[in-house]
């Protein structure tokens, strides 16, 4: 199977499935784990649609506090959870 962006250079849009198989190295030039296009039709000076794509990444925990010496690490959350039970939450409200 291909990569995300070898099949989108070679057919100009994505399958919607998963990519299997070998994980990137770190040594490898592209490292993407996600991958959008969206089809804009026939673009020219005179087009005038707008396309928005917005792409937000979580962590949680997202930060592994130690409060004093000799302490064991505490896992911390994210703050908008202290607001928001979820991400779907925060994103829907």
Do not use: H, W
């Not at 990519?19 to 490292?31: F, L, M």
């Not at 990444?57 to 997202?62: A, G, L």
């Amino acid at each position: 199977m291909t990569s995300a962006r070898e099949g989108f250079k070679s057919r100009g849009s994505l399958t919607n499935q998963a990519v299997s198989g070998a994980q990137p190295k770190s040594t490898d030039t592209y490292k993407a784990s996600l991958a959008l296009s969206k089809n804009l039709g026939t673009v020219n000076t005179a087009t005038t649609a707008n396309a928005l794509f917005t792409v937000g990444i979580v962590r949680d925990p997202s930060i592994g506090y130690t409060p004093s010496f000799g302490a064991s690490s505490e896992s911390r959350a994210p703050c908008f959870k202290s607001a928001f039970g979820d991400v779907g939450a925060a994103v829907s409200s």
